[in-house]
């Protein structure tokens, strides 16, 4: 390996030049030159990149993407942890959550009080926080290689803890929310994942890094120690992506693909890490947002659909970092130099702001009128900057928001399949409202794909319809996701040995996922074969202990077996991860009669009944017991 101080004295000539203005020979319209578009060559992370760009990631690293992904330590908190400020209740379920530390360790407290009592506590381990801390922290923990995001974010513009995005309105889904692929291929650098299960990582990376907005960087780290040097004021070196040597698309695309929030329908055959920088987003993804009859309301990270919708980014083709130097945080760039580009084409401003104060005319502050901060509709308790560049409007739209379709950002030539698609995960993803699916009625008769198809009928729950169409296909190498809504229909209709097949064929496919797991012990338990039953919930526990269904379920296995203290043991972990877990209860109330007797059980329909007082069934079953 090369010395440090051997690569140093060419830092200077292959460094990235941002604003660099492209004219360079045979620059940005032969952009699929580019050789590290090859797939054979490597990502090898941001410490080699450092050792001659040192100066560069001294800078970014102090900026969102740099801030984007972190361990959760204190330094990289954001939050305020005052008792009086650091607790959020969840009015939908009865839940509180209290942030605070341990010592050097981040744990969130889920807890319920029933007459000023805890009637359930649990604590969970954060692992790392998501997020710059510009706009929010979020939280992510790690069981056992699964990753998942806890259910409170703080806020760090209001200075407030409140649930997360996605988790209010009773969609708590509590410390069970999947991170998978999608997600943090834009907050992070590129992980290594077990491709058993969907959301099982090998290696996660802290931060975005170099090689996200350059490409892969090994045959460029190549180049270097064998002393192939590139003039970069005068050439453009095609061992590596300097995004300002990239043709206008180009530029964007890197941009979009994770400054365009919406919904990704992936091209055949392409995952969310296929894309490299050098490419057209449109050869990986087509990227879908909600069209509302009111253009003021904006998402989070729409940065690039929102310029796009400007007379300035029409008639001038704007791309990202014709006023952003990604190296740099914003916090760090004077406001100047973004009104310095507006100014570039728009040199006559005081003749054309003559009703203004003379202030306002002398300051030049374009952005500040132009480019206002809104609130986002998607993340609460957040200002951003609108990047639809207008003139703004003195009158009030009073008018009722209505939805009215989804739009492909970038591509226009998108087929019906891909629309379709997009329809489909918008529903499942963002908006369960029956208008969704009714936008499909014409266009889904056009769709020949059966997968496609079955996944309509699916989220329709027509089951029988997808029997049939299945059995008149006769088609049986399916993905993950038919299999198993193939098997949950065959299961909703009663026909338990068809329904194994599939969920076993699911299963087959990504061996490590706890949802197919459990899907294929239950089946085998409505067949009446414990012992196989019995032994997938047992492998579900060696993946995660935490898991409430395999814990409840299992302990009912124990309990049929007569091992009542096992069972019991089993029912009350189950019942301590989730208290509002029914079946867990009721089995429970058995176990305890049967050891315990009647007034054991009573006692724990009194418990139960603590969390939901007015719960007529369990009223009904404590009179039966009496009786």
Same mark, same amino acid.
């Given at each position: ?485 193939? #098997?949950?229909? !065959? +299961?909703? $209709? *009663?026909?338990?040995?068809? /329904?194994?097949?599939?969920? @076993?064929?699911? %299963?087959? =496919? ?10 294929? #012990?239950?089946? !085998? +338990?409505? $067949? *009446?074969?414990?012992?196989? /039953?019995?032994?997938?919930? @047992?492998?579900? %526990?060696? =993946? ?17 077996? *007569?091992?009542?203290?096992? /069972? ?8 301590? =991860? ?22 054991? /059980? ?26």
């Amino acid at each position: 390996m090369t010395k440090v101080s051997y690569i140093l004295p060419f830092a200077i000539m292959a460094m990235v030049t941002v604003f660099y203005t492209c004219t360079k020979e045979n620059s940005s319209p032969k952009t699929r030159q580019y050789l590290n578009l090859d797939p054979t060559v490597k990502y090898v992370g941001k410490q080699k990149c450092i050792q001659c760009h040192s100066d560069v990631w001294h800078t970014f690293q102090h900026t969102g993407m740099g801030l984007s992904f972190g361990e959760a330590t204190k330094s990289k908190s954001k939050a305020n942890y005052h008792h009086s400020q650091n607790t959020v209740y969840d009015s939908s379920l009865n839940l509180y959550y209290q942030a605070s530390w341990k010592q050097d360790t981040l744990v969130f407290t889920e807890f319920r009080l029933f007459e000023g009592d805890t009637i359930h506590k649990r604590q969970e381990q954060i692992d790392y926080i998501i997020g710059s801390g510009q706009h929010t922290n979020s939280h992510l923990l790690e069981v056992e290689g699964f990753l998942y995001q806890a259910p409170i974010t703080f806020y760090t513009q209001k200075g407030l803890w409140d649930l997360a995005p996605g988790f209010e309105n009773g969609y708590n889904t509590r410390f069970s929310r999947y991170i998978g692929k999608e997600c943090m291929t834009c907050h992070n650098a590129l992980p290594t994942m077990d491709s058993n299960a969907l959301h099982l990582y090998d290696k996660i990376p802290l931060g975005i890094d170099c090689e996200r907005c350059h490409g892969p960087g090994q045959l460029h780290v190549q180049n270097m120690i064998a002393e192939k040097i590139i003039d970069t004021s005068k050439y453009v070196d095609y061992s590596i992506v300097n995004p300002s040597d990239l043709a206008m698309d180009y530029q964007n695309s890197l941009c979009q693909r994770c400054h365009l929030q919406g919904v990704s329908v992936l091209k055949e055959g392409k995952d969310f890490d296929d894309f490299r920088p050098g490419m057209l987003l449109e050869e990986i993804m087509d990227v879908y947002m909600p069209s509302f009859s009111k253009q003021n309301d904006l998402i989070m990270a729409s940065h690039v659909e929102r310029l796009k919708m400007s007379k300035c980014f029409k008639s001038n083709q704007l791309s990202c970092i014709s006023c952003h130097n990604p190296h740099i945080s914003v916090k760090d760039t004077d406001e100047k130099s973004y009104n310095k580009t507006c100014q570039s084409c728009h040199s006559n401003y005081s003749s054309n702001h003559e009703n203004l104060e003379i202030s306002t005319i002398q300051s030049q502050d374009c952005i500040s009128c132009h480019m206002t901060q809104s609130g986002s509709i998607d993340i609460p308790h957040v200002a951003v900057t609108d990047h639809y560049i207008r003139i703004p409007s003195t009158q009030e739209d009073k008018s009722k928001k209505f939805f009215q379709g989804l739009v492909c950002i970038n591509n226009a030539s998108a087929d019906n399949l891909s629309k379709v698609k997009a329809y489909l995960a918008y529903y499942q993803k963002y908006d369960k409202q029956s208008y969704v699916l009714d936008s499909l009625e014409v266009l889904i008769e056009s769709i020949e794909d059966l997968s496609v198809q079955i996944e309509y009928l699916f989220l329709t729950k027509d089951y029988e319809s997808i029997v049939l169409l299945h059995e008149k296909s006769m088609k049986e190498n399916y993905n993950h996701w038919t299999n198993y809504r193939i #098997a949950e229909s !065959y +299961f909703a $209709l *009663g026909a338990f040995n068809r /329904a194994l097949i599939y969920f @076993r064929q699911a %299963l087959a =496919l990504l061996p490590k996922h706890i949802d197919y797991v459990n899907k294929v #012990a239950l089946t !085998y +338990f409505k $067949l *009446g074969n414990n012992i196989d /039953a019995e032994k997938n919930y @047992r492998y579900s %526990l060696s =993946l995660n202990s935490s898991d409430v269904i395999a814990n409840c379920n299992l302990g009912y296995i124990e309990m049929m077996k *007569g091992n009542l203290l096992a /069972a019991e043991t089993l029912l009350q972990r189950s019942i301590k =991860l989730d208290p509002d877990y029914r079946l867990a209860w009721e089995n429970l109330l058995q176990v305890r009669y049967r050891l315990y007797g009647k007034y054991k /059980a009573l006692d724990t329909a009194d418990e139960f009944l603590k969390h939901h007082p007015d719960d007529i069934k369990m009223k009904k079953i404590k009179q039966k017991i009496n009786g």
